[in-house]
């Protein structure tokens, strides 16, 4: 019984540190892509931005999936997860993904700073251009009238 049992612990241990392992290559392939979002955002590209946004959604997606995978993973044997997951191969590759998970929450934050900023240059930008539309029109809506030069119509 008890090889049985050690060979269950070590088959889930395998199966976590392939989990594992395709989740940190995620999560660096997701901060070079919130890399690439800030430089497009601080440097006013716009060209690439909304196919950005896209491929962060579709992140957002893969994060719940992994999480949904990991959770079941653990709710379908607790006692034969809690086992496995102190292997410190799996301790020392979630200690990785946390590293890259807090370090793509900063760039978040800066990404989430150049956005406002830049949100609110646009707004102020529109701004200034709907006061220049008003004096456009005021001006355009004058009435023609004759115009005096040396006190002669």
Known sequence: MKKNSNNAITQLEQKLLKILKEEYSFYQSLYILLDKQRDIIKYDRDDNLLDLYAEIERCQRRIQESETKVTSIRESDPRLFRLASIYPEIRKTVNSIITLVKK?????????????????????????????GKILQYIADMDPSPQFVNGKR
Request: charged share 40%; net charge negative.
């Open 104 to 132: 793509n929450l900063a760039l978040i934050e800066d990404n989430k700073e150049y956005a406002t900023n830049r949100h609110d240059r646009i707004k102020s930008e529109m701004n200034d251009l709907r006061s220049s």
